[in-house]
Nanobody, 117 residues
């Protein structure tokens, strides 16, 4: 099993920045990709970013340039640096980890990000 613990959420004004962290524990040697999703109130969960074990990163086009994912394999941690935040970035942010060659996925408990105008 892989367990994930997130931190770093909070409230910020529009234009500000936040960095989220997610640390994995358990069967960390089997982790492949790690990344983030978010879910705003009343909306579906939305993919935010992914970092593979080899360092390749990907984002949806709408977030590229403002959000940056980074992964520290030695610390079993993935980070999400969010810059130029907008009120529409307000959501619960969930970390995930794919393991056992992508057969399994674990989720963090979520961390809330609130961006005020």
């Amino acid at each position: 099993q892989v367990q994930l613990e997130e931190s770093g959420g909070g409230a910020v004004q529009a234009g500000g920045s936040l960095r989220l962290s997610c640390t994995a524990s358990g069967s960390v040697g089997s982790i492949n990709a790690m990344g983030w999703y978010r879910q705003a109130p009343g909306k579906q969960r939305e993919w935010v970013a992914t970092a593979t074990s080899t360092g390749r990163t990907s984002y949806p086009g709408s977030l590229k340039g403002r959000f940056t994912i980074a992964r520290d394999n030695a610390k079993n941690t993935v980070y999400l640096q969010m810059n130029s935040l907008k009120p529409e970035d307000t959501a619960d942010y969930y970390c995930y980890a794919d393991w056992r060659s992508g057969v399994s996925r674990s989720w963090g408990q979520g961390t809330q990000v609130t961006v005020s105008s």
